[in-house]
């Protein structure tokens, strides 16, 4: 593939806020199409880092590095984030009609994603009578429907049961194998094996600056198949992030001693 830059990147960020000590320098990039996986202790510096990746949030000094085209970048939440007066389909198609879409196109493309998802029958319903990993994937088609560039998720199945969880990781897996061109995913979680099963990079940020200090690259291809999970190359690589998570928080418990 020809080197076209990345689609985003963090070069020597600092986040200077007065309560507490600048995060930073952080340094990251982003190539398009890749999945990246941010795992890091709590307040390391994950949400932050796709904030500023998203442009939510501003750089004190350094360079963000955001080549996503207008419009293309969607962010998925913890918490589904949904219109709770609106259908799904409403819900998903609100972003294409806030970028200018004409409401018949919006209301295909949204039925279009939802289908994507698992929900195409379910296009009526509203996000009460959704179940928790219902609700996520209507969050996760409005996400899609602008077939995004860059696809931001911050621990979005972190409240699901375990179940939901893996199916929800197998279903991003397989929208993103299918997408063309497909988006480069950065996906924040608290889950090791969940980071490693999902992402082809796993970058480990440091608990007190929020630096990356480990960039590790899973083995295999996405998406992967289940019994993947099995591989010894698979738990080599979830013990050598679980390592690298320890070391960085390690350091950082030095330091405030
Ligand atoms: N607007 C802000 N003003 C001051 N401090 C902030 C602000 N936003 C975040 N912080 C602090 O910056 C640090 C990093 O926060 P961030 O939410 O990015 O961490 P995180 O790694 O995503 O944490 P968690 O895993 O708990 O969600 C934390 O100490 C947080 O309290």
Known sequence: ????????????????????????PL?????????????????AGKSTTLRLLAGLEQA???????????????????????MPWADAQANVALPLELSGAPKAEARARAA?????????????????Q???????????ARALVTRPDLLLLDEPFAALDSVTRRRLIEDLHALWAVAAPRPAI?????????????????VVLDA???????????????????HWRAD?????????VADALAASMATSAQAAS
């Open 186 to 202: 950065v996906f924040v979680t608290h889950d090791v094996e969940e980071a490693v099963y999902l992402a082809q990079r796993v």
């Open 112 to 128: 279009e994603a939802l289908t994507a998802v698992g929900l195409g029958q379910r296009l009526t319903a509203r996000p009460a």
């Open 232 to 240: 010894p190359a698979y738990r080599q690589t979830v013990e050598a």
């Open 208 to 226: 007190a600056s929020g630096r990356p200090v480990a960039d590790l690259n899973t083995p295999g291809a996405a998406p992967r198949p289940d």
């Open 60 to 82: 004190s000094s350094g360079r963000v590095i955001r080549a996503a085209a207008p419009g293309r970048t969607g962010f998925v939440f913890q918490s589904p984030t949904l």
């Open 1 to 24: 593939m020809a080197d076209t830059g990345p689609i985003a990147a963090l070069d020597q960020v600092v986040v200077d806020w007065p309560s507490r000590a600048p995060l930073g």
């Open 130 to 140: 959704l179940s928790g990993g219902m609700a996520m994937r209507v969050s996760l």
């Open 27 to 43: 340094d990251l990039s982003v190539a398009p199409g890749e999945i990246v996986a941010l795992v890091g202790a709590s307040g």
